[in-house]
């Protein structure tokens, strides 16, 4: 699958927008830590117990129970980042990268990392406490 070919690419503006509200996913670590990146990484929040998320092969479970619906991908770095609409959220697993798949609405992000299966995948929920 060519995401490239099934997704269209935010602008640099879009991306710095979206990243931010995926940090949203991230409040708890920033609660914790005084920043929203911990250790490197933003899914350190998780590996660390400073954010809440569903954890292996459980977070991929309910990742592909989510409701179908419009959802960004982007990387750590935020070099890139699509908008996509299909009928299944794709699995980044076996490319072994730091990869966030959200909601469009952030109401949850799923992230795949470079440790799999060490640490991760996760899938945290929006907090209500995020706003």
Request: net charge neutral.
């Amino acid at each position: 699958m060519s995401i490239s070919r099934l997704c269209s690419t935010l602008s640099r503006r879009e991306r710095a927008g979206k990243n931010r509200l995926a940090c949203d996913i991230c409040i708890e670590s920033k609660k914790n830590t005084g920043a929203w990146i911990h250790n490197g990484f933003r899914w350190h929040g998780f590996s660390y117990g400073l954010q809440s998320a569903i954890t292996g092969s459980d977070a991929v479970i309910g990742y592909q129970k989510q409701w179908p619906a419009p959802y960004v991908v982007f990387n750590e770095n935020n070099d890139w980042a699509y908008s996509c609409t299909f009928d299944r959220y794709p699995d980044f697993t076996s490319f072994q990268a730091d990869i966030y798949v959200a909601h469009h609405n952030m109401k949850w992000t799923m992230v795949f990392t470079h440790e799999q299966p060490d640490l991760g995948p996760y899938l945290a929920f929006k907090s209500e406490n995020a706003d």
